[in-house]
């Protein structure tokens, strides 16, 4: 049967009160539609990242069966027992199942994937997990602005609170998904201008007792959310009106924007993956309801507690993002830094483009900003450094006191001082630091770091003890493999500094030395050697093929011209000769090379300079 035809038989049916015909068709869903039509997606998505591991027992269950402690199928039902029927866990697990799962596709989809090597106890079992009871009322109530219809229980296993404050007839939880909803959609689609993806008028929302948030499921060439009936039990958040509240509000602007994603590209590409999709879905839970903050949860290991989360950027910065929900302050530095209408246009680039990177779509974004994403997740790394109690009056984030304190790999108190070890950050990755000057140290903050590959940055913030802040970003240049940061703040007035060394390549590991002394900041006027030459950024970019890249000379010198890919390989030489002052234009074309990120450099006897420009073809 074609998947939208089951898919209206269900519409029908499951409204029609009939319990055993619910009973029926929710089982038709779950392994018709949400496997076929979900499925559907992925299977085109070689790139959709499936994990189970980022809850604690769903981790745990993973090594686990790697380890033979558990065979596939109790492993999986185990699984199932955590979201669905956590009394049936098994005792050593229970334990660690003390927050909900935020997301159980992954779960379903192991499931499926499996579901031919597993015997019939097993599948039956499952499917009793996950089939809803049958013995409640189907009520129904449409939103205000008319824009979602909620279907819910008012009596049995998935009710909701029964409370109706205002007489309405309708129980103030469903008013208030209600508002939810109307609100989610009035700011991510009408005012952000994001992708509508109400292809059913109304969009339809269901609400089950279960031990995870919500969920958004892909059928009929369109997609429906399901809430949790109560959220009893769940983390604290900071809304006024209580956690209850709040963890509706949110999980209704994240499901939304899980729908929204389906809209714009069917979770295909990177940008579908689990990570990048889960990552996304929690921002618009900050930037819809900001007086929720259910995202502390996730990047603190304590809702109340300035230690961090050991998943999260401030707990384990040497982890790349994406890394889902604990990874939402990576993106919402670019709000805080761009506004929202950034992602707006970097999901644009999205949907327009078939399994686009999603981190190609950020470059595209930043350089019609005037910017490059080395440089953006270098400063947005600093900002994580300087959180919690580490917080300056000016510098970071718009919550930073609110937030943990960063994971430092070492503190400096007496200088010279060096890292003891040669250490190693793998892609996107950083390591913190904090340096705290012993008084009347005299001269200059001095910061040297040696590493093996190209494409590193240092971020340098001085907090001074008149409370002012300053910072500082470097960058390794092509074919460079040392950097030697010689600041002019005198150690003598800084109360501590605090590094970020991040690995700014997209999929290359490095190693590196860092030390720490103080300096003599050279007087020398810089001014005479920028006059020598001018190079502007090239034009267009991004570009495909070709581009120009403009310089102007003051004074007769010997210049040369060349392009290097990512990795700091020389691709072309595009002149070394000498030349006269004047304004000197060349065209560099990429016919043959395929897209990514370059680099190019012109260099005269005194100086270098070294610019980055994006091929997209």
Same mark, same amino acid.
């Given at each position: 049967?074609?998947?939208?035809?089951?898919?209206?038989?269900?519409?029908?049916?499951?409204?029609?009160?009939?319990?055993?015909?619910?009973?029926?068709?929710?089982?038709?869903?779950?392994?018709?539609?949400?496997?076929?039509?979900?499925?559907?997606?992925?299977?085109?998505?070689?790139?959709?990242?499936?994990?189970?591991?980022?809850?604690?027992?769903?981790?745990?269950?993973?090594?686990?069966?790697?380890?033979?402690?558990?065979?596939?199928?109790?492993?999986?039902?185990?699984?199932?027992?955590?979201?669905?029927?956590?009394?049936?866990?098994?005792?050593?697990?229970?334990?660690?199942?003390?927050?909900?799962?935020?997301?159980?596709?992954?779960?379903?989809?192991?499931?499926?994937?499996?579901?031919?090597?597993?015997?019939?106890?097993?599948?039956?079992?499952?499917?009793?997990?996950?089939?809803?009871?049958?013995?409640?009322?189907?009520?129904?109530?449409?939103?205000?602005?008319?824009?979602?219809?909620?279907?819910?229980?008012?009596?049995?296993?998935?009710?909701?609170?029964?409370?109706?404050?205002?007489?309405? @007839?309708? %129980?103030?939880?469903?008013?208030?998904? +209600?508002?939810?909803?109307?609100?989610?959609?009035? !700011?991510? $689609? #009408? *005012?952000?201008?994001?992708?509508?993806?109400?292809?059913?008028?109304?969009?339809?929302?269901?609400?089950?007792?279960?031990?995870?948030?919500?969920?958004?499921?892909?059928?009929?060439?369109?997609?429906?959310?399901?809430?949790?009936?109560?959220?009893?039990?769940?983390?604290?958040?900071?809304?006024?009106?209580?956690?209850?509240?709040?963890?509706?509000?949110?999980?209704?602007?994240?499901?939304?924007?899980?729908?929204?994603?389906?809209?714009?590209?069917?979770?295909?590409?990177?940008?579908?993956?689990?990570?990048?999709?889960?990552?996304?879905?929690?921002?618009?839970?900050?930037?819809?309801?900001?007086?929720?903050?259910?995202?502390?949860?996730?990047?603190?290991?304590?809702?109340?507690?300035?230690?961090?989360?050991?998943?999260?950027?401030? @707990?384990? %910065?040497?982890?790349?993002?994406?890394? +889902?929900?604990?990874?939402?302050?990576?993106?919402? !530095?670019? $709000? #805080? *830094?761009?506004?929202?209408?950034?992602?707006?246009?970097?999901?644009?680039?999205?949907?327009?483009?078939?399994?686009?990177?999603?981190?190609?779509?950020?470059?595209?974004?930043?350089?019609?900003?005037?910017?490059?994403?080395?440089?953006?997740?270098?400063?947005?790394?600093?900002?994580?450094?300087?959180?919690?109690?580490?917080?300056?009056?000016?510098?970071?984030?718009?919550?930073?006191?609110?937030?943990?304190?960063?994971?430092?790999?070492?503190?400096?108190?007496?200088?010279?001082?060096?890292?003891?070890?040669?250490?190693?950050?793998?892609?996107?990755?950083?390591?913190?630091?904090?340096?705290?000057?012993?008084?009347?140290?005299?001269?200059?903050?001095?910061?040297?770091?040696?590493?093996?590959?190209?494409?590193?940055?240092?971020?340098?913030?001085?907090?001074?003890?008149?409370?002012?802040?300053?910072?500082?970003?470097?960058?390794?240049?092509?074919?460079?493999?040392?950097?030697?940061?010689?600041?002019?703040?005198?150690?003598?007035?800084?109360?501590?500094?605090?590094?970020?060394?991040?690995?700014?390549?997209?999929?290359?590991?490095?190693?590196?030395?860092?030390?720490?002394?103080?300096?003599?900041?050279?007087?020398?006027?810089?001014?005479?050697?920028?006059?020598?030459?001018?190079?502007?950024?090239?034009?267009?970019?991004?570009?495909?093929?070709?581009?120009?890249?403009?310089?102007?000379?003051?004074?007769?010198?010997?210049?040369?011209?060349?392009?290097?890919?990512?990795?700091?390989?020389?691709?072309?030489?595009?002149?070394?000769?000498?030349?006269?002052?004047?304004?000197?234009?060349?065209?560099?074309?990429?016919?043959?090379?395929?897209?990514?990120?370059?680099?190019?450099?012109?260099?005269?006897?005194?100086?270098?300079?070294?610019?980055?420009?994006?091929?997209?073809?």
């Amino acid at each position: 049967m074609d998947e939208p035809v089951i898919y209206d038989l269900f519409r029908q049916m499951y409204i029609s009160k009939l319990p055993y015909m619910r009973t029926l068709l929710y089982q038709i869903l779950l392994f018709g539609l949400l496997f076929s039509g979900f499925d559907s997606a992925l299977a085109q998505n070689q790139h959709f990242e499936i994990h189970t591991h980022h809850h604690p027992v769903l981790q745990k269950i993973d090594e686990m069966s790697e380890t033979g402690q558990l065979t596939k199928e109790d492993a999986l039902l185990q699984k199932f027992y955590t979201g669905f029927s956590p009394d049936k866990l098994s005792n050593h697990l229970t334990e660690l199942n003390k927050t909900p799962v935020k997301c159980m596709v992954p779960v379903m989809k192991e499931f499926y994937s499996i579901r031919d090597q597993l015997s019939e106890a097993v599948i039956s079992e499952i499917e009793n997990l996950i089939t809803r009871s049958d013995d409640s009322q189907t009520s129904e109530y449409l939103s205000p602005a008319g824009n979602f219809i909620f279907y819910y229980e008012t009596s049995g296993n998935d009710a909701v609170p029964a409370e109706d404050s205002n007489n309405s @007839g309708v %129980p103030d939880y469903i008013e208030k998904a +209600a508002f939810a909803a109307d609100s989610s959609y009035r !700011y991510q $689609v #009408e *005012q952000l201008g994001f992708t509508d993806f109400r292809l059913t008028d109304p969009y339809e929302v269901f609400f089950r007792n279960f031990n995870f948030y919500g969920t958004t499921t892909a059928s009929g060439g369109t997609t429906y959310i399901t809430i949790h009936n109560n959220f009893i039990g769940f983390p604290p958040n900071t809304h006024p009106e209580g956690h209850q509240t709040g963890a509706l509000y949110v999980t209704i602007a994240h499901e939304v924007k899980h729908a929204i994603q389906y809209a714009a590209n069917q979770w295909r590409g990177s940008a579908g993956s689990f990570n990048w999709s889960e990552m996304d879905a929690t921002l618009m839970e900050e930037t819809v309801f900001d007086d929720v903050n259910d995202y502390y949860n996730y990047i603190k290991s304590g809702f109340d507690s300035f230690e961090p989360n050991s998943n999260s950027i401030f @707990g384990n %910065p040497q982890s790349a993002t994406p890394g +889902a929900y604990w990874h939402i302050t990576w993106m919402l !530095y670019f $709000v #805080e *830094q761009f506004g929202m209408d950034f992602w707006v246009d970097v999901w644009s680039h999205v949907e327009e483009t078939a399994n686009i990177n999603f981190f190609e779509a950020t470059e595209i974004e930043l350089t019609a900003r005037g910017t490059d994403l080395s440089e953006q997740h270098l400063k947005n790394h600093l900002w994580h450094a300087a959180a919690g109690e580490f917080s300056t009056n000016d510098f970071g984030f718009q919550e930073r006191e609110f937030y943990p304190n960063a994971n430092l790999i070492a503190t400096f108190e007496e200088l010279p001082d060096s890292l003891p070890n040669e250490r190693t950050l793998g892609a996107r990755a950083a390591n913190y630091l904090k340096v705290l000057p012993p008084l009347n140290e005299n001269g200059q903050a001095k910061i040297t770091v040696e590493h093996s590959e190209p494409n590193f940055g240092i971020g340098t913030l001085a907090v001074f003890n008149n409370g002012t802040t300053d910072y500082r970003l470097d960058f390794s240049t092509v074919n460079t493999t040392s950097m030697e940061i010689q600041t002019n703040w005198a150690l003598e007035s800084i109360e501590r500094l605090h590094i970020a060394v991040v690995n700014t390549s997209l999929d290359q590991s490095a190693q590196y030395k860092l030390f720490v002394e103080s300096g003599e900041f050279s007087t020398i006027d810089s001014t005479e050697l920028a006059r020598q030459f001018e190079l502007k950024q090239n034009f267009p970019n991004p570009f495909n093929p070709s581009t120009t890249i403009q310089f102007q000379l003051f004074e007769p010198t010997n210049v040369s011209l060349k392009v290097y890919d990512s990795l700091g390989r020389l691709i072309e030489t595009i002149i070394n000769q000498d030349l006269p002052p004047a304004n000197h234009q060349f065209s560099f074309d990429a016919s043959g090379l395929p897209s990514g990120v370059y680099f190019y450099r012109l260099s005269t006897p005194e100086r270098q300079e070294t610019r980055k420009m994006l091929l997209i073809k």
